[in-house]
């Protein structure tokens, strides 16, 4: 493996971590948004008092390419 492979497969893998926890925040905000109590949540997934504040927050907007149609 080369170098530049080496070093696109680090930036994909971590691509594809930041993803994942932008999924899992987006769908934690939706359970709150929707009624789900934030202690049962807090309690599930372990997150702590500063982490719940920021999911009760707005989701931001979603950065869409202007060339694709959706």
């Known amino acids: 493996m080369t170098i530049a492979e080496r070093i696109y497969n680090d930036g994909w893998l ?3 971590e930041k ?7 987006r769908l934690l905000r939706l359970l709150l948004q929707n009624g789900a109590d934030p202690e049962w949540i807090q309690k599930i997934t372990g ?6 504040q920021a999911l ?5 907007e979603i950065k ?7």
């Not at 993803?19 to 925040?25: A, N, V």
């Not at 869409?64 to 959706?70: G, L, S, T």
């Open 14 to 16: 971590l691509g594809m």
């Open 19 to 25: 993803g994942k926890e932008e999924g899992e925040q």
């Open 56 to 60: 009760e927050q707005p989701l931001p």
């Open 47 to 52: 997150l702590s008092t500063e982490q719940m």
């Open 64 to 70: 869409r390419d202007p060339w694709i149609e959706y």
